[in-house]
């Protein structure tokens, strides 16, 4: 209800579900970026038609299985398998999908929108990040490394909100990197069934590739591998560690997608906040510092549209998640993320 500024009429605001929902989803959190998106989507009210990524078809089928375990009436909820590029042109070109939710790479979803909006859809992006993580120089240095580790570590570096730059003030550059370099160690790559294994393989070989291409080129320009720096054969790759990085080499731009962990040194807080936001996307962010102040100003002056205090494993099913920039638009979770599958419909009536 909203006050009404006429006194024999009263002013209702409802929210409908927008209809059909065509979802697509990735390969590096097969299941729950199929959660993140069908759960808001039938809590509006309205159907989903999910692709799964090609590369992980298997958990998008096991999802429609479980769904109608559950009691999911039939409709409700589909799953469709197959090549990418058509079955996205169909979903955005068909008259009954009312909406498009897509996570995965910022190419693609741009494409998407563009498609999409032609047919004046909704749409939901969720796509590629190059997050930056921050020590001062008052951060609790133990809890930064920790923090570290579990940020770029995860999932063999695989998430769109991995740690892929590591800016260190030049005071504790040295303290870090020491601390930093031995958790590194104790890291073990192998297969994830046995229970020592921390770091498992990546997606495909194209994937390794780029692992190779992005530490060539920062080797090249300067950066001095510490720890890693080879290929295991197969999918697998060394953890990583690459001191003295600067803002000229490639994985300072561009997402690595891998178990690299380039570390640059700064000076002052608006050098390295500048360098921070220095790249088009601007999903999540992560800082260490014990100084109050700094914490509401920093994270303030970052362009990202999550931002990790003194934590860097934030993603919570509660809270918002989204970024800005060529990071995607819309947000997944909490209320915001439902209502990303409503229409909001004004109802004025006459006494």
């Known amino acids: 209800m909203i006050p009404s500024p006429w006194d024999n009429r009263r002013i209702l605001v409802i929210k409908q579900p927008v209809g059909v929902v065509a979802a697509v989803t990735p390969w590096n959190f097969p299941s729950s970026m199929i959660a993140r998106k069908v759960g808001a989507a039938l809590a509006a009210g309205c159907t989903v038609v999910v692709k799964p990524s090609e590369l992980t078809p298997y958990s998008g089928l096991a999802w429609g299985l479980l769904a109608e375990k559950a009691g999911i009436p039939a409709g409700v909820l589909n799953i469709i398998t197959g ?28 494409k998407l929108s563009s498609d999409a909006m032609a047919n004046m859809k909704h749409v939901s992006m969720e796509l590629g990040g190059h997050a930056p993580l921050i020590v001062f120089e008052d951060a609790d240095i133990a809890r930064a490394v920790e923090g570290a580790i579990a940020s770029k570590f995860r999932n063999a570096g695989q998430t769109c909100v991995c740690a892929n730059r590591i800016y260190v003030h030049e005071k504790v550059y040295d303290e870090f990197t020491t601390a930093f370099v031995t958790a590194v160690k104790k890291q073990k790559t192998g297969n994830g069934f046995e229970k020592e294994v921390t770091i498992g393989p990546l997606i495909n070989d194209k994937a390794v590739e780029k692992v190779e291409r992005h530490v060539a080129d920062a080797t090249q320009k300067g950066a001095k591998i510490l720890i890693g720096g080879k290929k295991l054969g197969g999918q697998f790759y060394e953890p990583t560690v690459l001191g003295e990085s600067t803002q000229d080499m490639l994985i300072a731009h561009e997402e690595t997608f891998g178990p690299v962990a380039p570390l640059f040194r700064f000076k002052s807080d608006d050098e390295v906040v500048k360098m921070a936001n220095d790249v088009p996307y601007g999903l999540a962010c992560y800082f260490y510092t014990r100084d109050l102040a700094r914490a509401f100003k920093v994270a303030e002056q970052l362009e990202y549209g999550q931002v990790g205090i003194n934590e860097s494993v934030i993603t919570t099913e509660v809270a918002p998640f ?6 995607g638009t819309g947000r997944e979770g909490s209320k915001y993320g439902l209502d990303e599958y409503v229409e909001i419909k004004y109802v004025c009536v006459g006494l």
């Not at 989204?322 to 990071?327: A, N, P, Y």
């Open 83 to 110: 090549i990418a590029p058509p079955i996205g042109e169909a979903f955005c070109n068909h008259p009954h999908v009312a909406k498009i939710t897509f996570t995965g790479s910022t190419a693609v979803g741009k």
């Open 322 to 327: 989204g970024g800005v920039k060529d990071s």
